[in-house]
């Protein structure tokens, strides 16, 4: 008797399989949430990824939590969450990532994933680096699938990489 590994990969059942790559490319938006995440996010801009766009999301004291690309140039983040397969939120430790809720309320109702990036947290063995890393994770949590806290800027260049970017 064949094993369905040996079956499968008969000629009979080739004419099954997808003969053709994906041809709809990976649309990524990165969106920096603070100061702090805007530095990774513009870095990681300048090194050419195709399939992603890269945004800033305004202050708290911005009616609608204005976005914009790296130029200023204001974004709608509802066609921005609309062009998207993924979201990436990105933020520095401390806290201040209160966009997020508004990012992640747009794309739960146009069911595009979210993914949460925590970038510059070094070690976090002192009470204060603590406390700051669980405020921005009490922020981005609810709204991400994933969350990640990065140690340092190479393993997001790798998360990108993994991302098809």
Do not use: K
Not at 55 to 77: I, Y
Not at 85 to 92: E, N, Q, R
């Amino acid at each position: 008797m064949r094993s369905e590994s040996a079956r499968m990969s008969s000629a009979a059942e080739a004419c099954f399989r997808v003969q053709a790559p994906n041809s709809t490319p990976r649309a990524i938006t990165v969106v920096a949430l603070d100061a702090a995440s805007e530095v990774v996010v513009r870095r990681l801009a300048g090194a050419g990824w195709p399939h992603s766009r890269f945004l800033v999301a305004g202050s708290d004291r911005e009616p609608g939590g204005v976005l914009s690309d790296l130029t200023g140039d204001n974004r709608s983040l509802v066609d921005e969450v609309g062009a998207a397969d993924l979201i990436v939120i990105v933020a520095g430790p401390g806290g201040h990532a209160h966009a997020a809720a508004m990012i992640g309320q747009t794309c739960r109702l146009d069911r595009v994933t979210t993914t949460a990036w925590v970038v510059g947290v070094g070690s976090a063995s002192d009470p204060a680096s603590e406390q700051a890393l669980s405020a921005t994770l009490a922020q981005l949590r609810p709204w991400a699938l994933m969350a990640v806290i990065a140690s340092s800027d190479d393993y997001i260049d790798d998360m990108m990489a993994a991302l098809q970017a």
